[in-house]
């Protein structure tokens, strides 16, 4: 079972507003991604990280921040939340290049 | 620098054979496949990791073409089970990330 946690689960925000997602895993992982997906549709990636101290922009990194201080937390951050972040954020860790993904359940966000 | 999927939505009777195709334009360091059904994180299937080779998973497998940055999921004598979206996820070799492409939505009906 993979053990990669994500908070809150559901979350509904007014327009305007700061809000940081958490992630963390216990399993050591060095790399680590936030992607924001769409129900049923494709996978965006927006942030990764491939240890502490390194972060890289992904697709949709324009809105959003990242930080990766220690190697099991990587919090995405909103700095001002819009109804187009209405969205499921999902993060997901992996042990360096060519090994499996663990996907947390995912933050479903709603900015009204 | 995502993969290409096809087909985008395959429906299926019990027992049936499905092929899903990954593509990429650049070399492939690796690709995976994952399994998302509705309201549920994606699951990994497996990684192909050099050309030509095949993985197995019960009765679904996949092969990798290296030369042409392809790879196919191959899903046998479907079940129920099976019904779900299967995501293609490659690395390339000059970057650290992994993208995915936009899904192959399968359903299996008794």
């Known amino acids: 079972e993979a053990d990669i946690y994500q908070t809150p689960r559901y979350l509904v925000i007014g327009t305007g507003k700061k809000i940081t997602l958490e992630c963390s895993q216990t399993?050591?992982?060095?790399?680590m991604y936030w992607y924001q997906q769409d129900p049923g549709m494709e996978l965006h990636l927006i942030h990764y990280s491939y240890g502490v101290n390194s972060t890289e922009k992904g697709d949709l990194s324009s809105e959003s921040t990242v930080s990766r201080i220690r190697t099991e937390h990587f919090p995405l951050t909103l700095e001002s939340a819009r109804p187009s972040h209405t969205s499921q954020y999902l993060c997901a860790s992996s042990e360096l290049r060519r090994n499996e993904a663990f996907f947390g359940q995912g933050t479903r966000l709603t900015v009204v | 620098q995502q993969p290409v999927q096809s087909p985008q939505a395959v429906i299926l009777r019990e027992g049936e054979d499905a092929v899903i195709n990954c593509s990429s334009s650049?070399?492939?360091?690796?690709v995976h496949w994952y399994r998302q059904k509705h309201g549920e994180a994606p699951v990994f299937l497996m990684i192909l990791l050099k050309g030509g080779e095949q993985k197995g998973h019960d009765k679904i497998s996949a092969s990798f073409n290296e030369k042409k940055q392809q790879s196919s999921l191959y899903l046998t004598a479907s079940q129920l089970s099976y019904s779900g979206t299967y995501f293609c996820g490659t690395e390339l070799y000059n970057n650290n990330d992994m993208r995915f492409g936009a899904g192959t939505r399968l359903t299996v009906k008794p």
């Open positions: 399993m050591g992982h060095d790399k």
């Open positions: 650049k070399a492939l360091y690796s």
